[in-house]
């Protein structure tokens, strides 16, 4: 079982950038799929963006498109979500998430097998 550590969360004005971090131990980062979803109280859990085993293919929700940048560093073990032009709606709690065995980077919660236990990413106007 692969573990999951979010990391780079914290309180930034509206307009800034944000680049959080997902960093796997227990096992290569190469064999998941990694998505990063959100979730404010109250609400689901919102995907966000994905990105294959090697990196060749991404998704990312029409609703961050052209502000969000998903990569991938498997020799560091690490998935980036670069965030740019963070608006307050953007405040939320981030989650990567590990999937094994999909030949696509699905968009569904049920979809993923491991969590993080998230970082804190607010926005303020």
């Known amino acids: 079982q692969v573990q999951l550590v979010e990391s780079g969360g914290r309180r930034v004005q509206a307009g800034g950038s944000l680049r959080l971090s997902c960093t796997a131990s227990?096992?290569?980062?190469?064999?998941?799929?990694i998505g990063w979803f959100r979730q404010v109280p109250g609400k689901d859990r919102e995907f966000i963006a994905g990105?294959?085993?090697?990196?060749?293919?991404?998704r990312h929700a029409d609703s961050v498109k052209g502000r969000i940048t998903i990569s991938r560093d498997n020799a560091k073990n690490t998935v980036y979500l670069q965030m740019n032009s963070l608006k307050s709606e953007d405040t939320a709690v981030y989650y990567c998430?590990?999937?094994?065995?999909?030949?696509?980077?699905?968009?569904?919660?049920?979809?993923?097998?491991?969590w993080g236990q998230g970082t804190q990413v607010t926005v303020s106007s």
């Open positions: 998430a590990g999937q094994s065995g999909a030949l696509d980077v699905p968009g569904e919660v049920a979809a993923y097998d491991v």
């Open positions: 227990g096992r290569t980062l190469s064999s998941y799929i």
């Open positions: 990105i294959s085993y090697r990196g060749a293919m991404t």
